[in-house]
């Protein structure tokens, strides 16, 4: 694989001379071309690390982030926030972070708050009271008229001038309205200095950067003042698309402090702001404060996040929300999502209950809708609504330690949330539509395959050559020797979607009941191991997990994982099995030498084992002397536990199971869930054996 970027002039068509001709046609407005080539091997995951690097790596968002988010454009007062927020915790919702649209604001003015509507005081006791973050909106045009940040900018003369030299204005949401320059040096300290003051007032957790393309309600300029110069479309050799480039944002011949146009500068406006409000929020001491761009340009990662902009409450926006997040990871901003239930438009109760089947594994998970449409927070639509959220949002939460550890893991380059090509590049269906737009990559883990059209009641995903298992039930989809197929997987509402584990990996999660806040999780974790079959009755799996119990100290997780050392544990397990007994073994192994904190495995599912089938249902399987063998290391030390409660899953007439190892117990352990007549359930209690030699 390869990847092409091509920085190119600020506009520019392109075709295709026929239909069957791979030859392209390119139409310039001016200025240079420069093409870059990064050229890999057959992985597109390496040649998308190669590019991330290029770039300078992306921004490891903090562990709350990867909370719920909930926002809405027209909550009118903080009443109504904290309404929300009630009934969230009334209805057992996980939410970690409420969002405000421009209604917070005086006049929809920057930097400003409606102490009325929104009482600073009682807006920190209402956080505090409910452990929320916040996260306002700060648009990009700076409100003309009697307001500090305008006044602030106008004498350090911050502002993009027009072609004569005056301010250049324009028109959006509070009326007429300049821009900062941030290419201007006094940008950054302007910009710090209403970021600080802003945080004294209310202390928010994120900054959302909206209009920062920049967007224009004029084209070009709409002095009401006085003349306004030319837009300068007029000077250019041919329009692309037949559209002014000034349409809907600033005249394309307005001038930058350094002397550049628009015209050169127009793509990197939002880029700009992103690098200064980053560096600002550094200044500041504000270690765990996020950024959320609408705009976008290459290296935007390495400072924000990114949503798909707004969208619409229909089946093809939230088909349209995957192969957006694919194209984000490849762009170096894997912290990304769209607006759940969709933003314009009235959603319905079934298309939101998918879509939040859906966003609730998305890396950046938020609902957002406008102000003229009906409410859609998850309990405003119907049980369907209400039970699909709980139940999608508690399977959210108890991976998200595991979810975030993949980030942490990338250390700055590479993805999490993939097509099925980063796994499987020489399968030629993974390439086709209905698959590498509509079934979904965790890393090299999870494969999700959500339900995308209206009155869905099952999903045929294609599974690759692999072995795969189902991974709630833990029972086998496709074995290792079987021939890639598509499945028919049932997909009702009011549980999670299908999700399908690989074999050969482990990831970790954990109990999420009582959990509705990341700081609600533990440091007791299962171990799920998907075990890929060797021979001989030998079985094997691989996977990592983070050595630090804190994921919530963004200070510490940069600190500790991003060293020499690193903060991760290699697990290697390695199972027989014989008609006698079951032999698993996990090491625990690292590369250089973590700091290694508390954390507990409560449990180890084991998926995959063969074991002979039990005469009738709840018969014991006899071993010899009722002994079995679990060995645990960490760093060649061995895990004492007198004894261990084991249970075994049986599907319908499988030749697998799966083996439930419970560390805490010294009693049997009986796992019933999803127990039907047709299941056989064997239990067996293992013994523990001793070990005194060191791993």
Avoid at 24 to 49: A, C, D, H
Avoid at 308 to 317: K, L, R, T
Wanted: charged share 20%; net charge negative.
């Amino acid at each position: 694989f390869f990847f092409l970027m091509i920085r190119r002039p600020p506009r520019s068509t392109q075709s295709r001379s026929s239909a069957a001709s791979d030859v392209y046609k390119r139409q310039l407005v001016g200025g240079p071309l420069n093409f870059l080539f990064w050229i890999g091997n057959e992985s597109p995951e390496e040649t998308t690390k190669m590019y991330h690097a290029y770039l300078g790596g992306h921004y490891l968002q903090p562990f709350w982030t990867f909370g719920f988010h909930q926002s809405r454009y027209g909550w009118p007062n903080l009443a109504k926030i904290t309404d929300v927020a009630r009934q969230f915790k009334e209805n057992d919702l996980p939410l970690d972070t409420m969002w405000s649209d421009i209604d917070y604001m005086v006049e929809q003015r920057d930097f400003t708050i409606d102490d009325e509507r929104y009482p600073p005081e009682q807006f920190r006791e209402f956080l505090n009271d409910y452990q929320l973050r916040f996260v306002p909106i700060i648009d990009a045009g700076i409100a003309i008229g009697d307001n500090k940040a305008f006044e602030e900018g106008f004498e350090r003369n911050v502002y993009i001038k027009n072609a004569w030299g005056a301010n250049l204005v324009g028109r959006v949401w509070p009326g007429y309205t300049n821009w900062v320059d941030f290419s201007h040096p006094n940008a950054t300290g302007y910009w710090q200095d209403m970021f600080r003051i802003f945080r004294e007032k209310l202390p928010f957790g994120g900054i959302w950067l909206d209009m920062n393309e920049y967007a224009n309600f004029c084209n070009g300029e709409c002095n009401p003042w006085s003349k306004q110069p030319d837009s300068g479309d007029e000077d250019l050799p041919y329009l692309p698309g037949g559209t002014y480039l000034s349409d809907k944002t600033l005249s394309i011949n307005a001038r930058h402090y350094d002397g550049v146009t628009e015209l050169y500068w127009h793509n990197i406006n939002g880029l700009a702001e992103n690098m200064v409000t980053r560096k600002v929020l550094d200044n500041l001491g504000y270690e765990d404060v996020f950024l959320l761009s609408r705009a976008n340009y290459p290296g935007l990662g390495k400072y924000s996040a990114i949503w798909s902009g707004d969208n619409a409450a229909n089946y093809e926006f939230m088909q349209l929300s995957i192969p957006h997040a694919f194209s984000y990871n490849i762009y170096g901003i894997p912290f990304t999502g769209s607006d759940i239930c969709g933003f314009a438009w009235n959603t319905t109760e079934q298309l939101c209950a998918r879509w939040m089947q859906l966003g609730a594994f998305f890396p950046f998970s938020r609902n957002h809708n406008a102000i003229d449409a009906i409410d859609q927070e998850p309990y405003a639509l119907g049980e369907d609504v209400l039970i699909t959220s709980r139940v999608s949002l508690k399977a959210r939460y108890s991976l998200l330690k595991w979810y975030y550890s993949k980030f942490v893991e990338l250390n700055g380059t590479g993805s999490v949330f993939r097509p099925l090509m980063w796994q499987y590049p020489s399968d030629d269906k993974v390439y086709e539509d209905q698959v590498l737009n509509n079934q979904i990559l965790i890393s090299d883990t999870l494969m999700l395959a959500p339900a995308l059209n209206e009155n869905q009641v099952s999903v045929w995903p294609y599974l690759p050559k692999d072995k795969w298992y189902d991974f709630k039930l833990g029972n086998k989809i496709q074995g290792s020797l079987d021939d890639p197929a598509y499945h028919e997987v049932q997909a009702p509402l009011r549980e999670v979607l299908p999700i399908f584990m690989r074999a050969g990996t482990i990831l970790y999660n954990q109990s999420s009941e009582n959990v509705t806040r990341v700081t609600h999780l533990t440091n007791r974790f299962d171990l799920v191991i998907a075990l890929s079959d060797l021979q001989d009755g030998k079985f094997t799996a691989k996977g990592k997990m983070m050595t630090i119990n804190d994921y919530s100290d963004i200070k510490k997780v940069q600190k500790q994982c991003f060293s020499q050392d690193g903060c991760f544990i290699d697990l290697n397990v390695e199972a027989k099995i014989t008609d006698i007994s079951l032999d698993v073994a996990i090491n625990f192994e690292s590369k250089g030498d973590p700091i290694v904190e508390q954390n507990i495995i409560t449990r180890i599912y084991v998926y995959g084992v063969k074991l002979y089938q039990c005469q009738t249902p709840g018969e014991f399987l006899h071993s010899q002397n009722n002994q079995g063998l679990l060995s645990v290391s960490e760093h060649g030390k061995g895990i004492t536990q007198e004894r261990v409660g084991v249970s075994l899953k049986r599907f319908d007439q499988s030749e697998e199971v799966v083996v439930v190892i419970d560390t805490d117990t010294v009693s049997y352990t009986h796992l019933r869930a999803h127990e039907t007549p047709e299941h056989l359930v064997c239990r067996l209690l293992l013994e523990k054996k001793k070990k005194t030699n060191k791993q």
